[in-house]
């Protein structure tokens, strides 16, 4: 290990078995926070969501093999931008720090939120481009195969996709000052929107979508009618540039409240 921190680039081996860790913390990680994700509100919850639930028909097991076995390929994808995050690292080219004193007690918090800002918008930008027909059918229509989506649906993606989503936090930490802790922090957020988002469940309490924080944060109910309308709800984690852009689903809030008050939904 020593010979791998001081020259990871003469060391492919090194760099081989880096990889395959992080593959299988990346893959497990996945099955695990799924398979936990959908038990706890598709099975031990079920009666207290019943009404939450947005999935309506059963997801097949086709779907579920196939789901699982494109975030294989995704996770191996992840796994190679996972180490070349860790040579990066160490070769000094990063901002990560790792001294609380380096910066400010202020910063920490803020810079999360930079980081999820400016990977907010690269997504964004990025989810339209991969909308184009030309571009969509190469690209983009694995994840689209799934339009009644589960929390297996979360890492389900074409290999360019997968690349073209995993030199986002490369990019980050090489441009913008983090502390290691909330590089880790980021990594969950990253985890658990995804989760969230395509779980097929709506966790948000009613009435979130007016309320002040709640109308900027995107959840189930928002990206299940991107899955089911291709054209609306883009984002990842907030809505601002849906709003901005005019992307949003002029349904969102109804079908926001049918799973979470007493509206039918259309």
């Known amino acids: 290990m020593e010979q791998f921190l001081s020259n990871p680039f003469t060391q492919p081996l090194y760099f081989f078995r880096l990889t395959a860790i992080i ?4 893959f497990i990680r996945y099955l695990v926070v799924s398979g ?6 598709f099975v031990w919850l079920r009666p207290t969501f019943q009404k939450r639930i947005i999935t309506v028909q059963t997801i097949s097991k086709r779907q579920m093999r196939q789901e699982v076995w494109r975030s294989f390929l995704t996770s191996f994808i992840f796994a190679f931008s996972g180490s070349a995050l860790v040579i990066f690292w160490q070769k000094g080219w990063t901002q990560i720090y790792i001294d609380w004193n380096a910066y400010p007690i202020w910063y920490l918090p803020l810079s999360l939120l930079l980081a999820l800002l400016v990977h907010e918008t690269y997504y964004y930008w990025l989810h339209r481009w991969m909308h184009l027909p030309k571009v969509y059918k190469w690209v983009h229509k694995w994840h689209h195969d799934s339009i009644e989506t589960s929390s297996l649906t979360a890492f389900s993606f074409h290999p360019i996709e997968s690349i073209l989503q995993a030199i986002v936090v490369p990019i980050l930490i090489l ?10 922090i980021l990594l969950l957020i990253m985890t658990l929107s995804g ?3 395509h779980a097929g469940v ?3 309490p009613k009435g979130f979508e007016r309320h002040w924080l709640g109308k900027w944060l995107i959840g189930a109910s928002h990206h299940d009618l991107h ?5 609306y709800n883009f984002g990842l984690y907030f809505t601002f540039w849906d709003h901005w852009m005019k992307t949003e ?4 809030e ?6 979470t008050g007493n509206e039918v939904k259309n």
């Open 23 to 26: 593959f299988a913390i990346t």
């Open 36 to 41: 936990v994700y959908h038990y706890l509100f």
């Open 175 to 184: 441009c913008i000052p983090l502390n290691i802790y909330i590089l880790f």
């Open 195 to 197: 989760t969230i988002n």
């Open 202 to 204: 709506e966790i948000f």
């Open 227 to 231: 899955h089911k309308q291709f054209r």
């Open 249 to 252: 689903s002029p349904k969102y």
């Open 254 to 259: 109804r079908h926001f409240r049918a799973h």
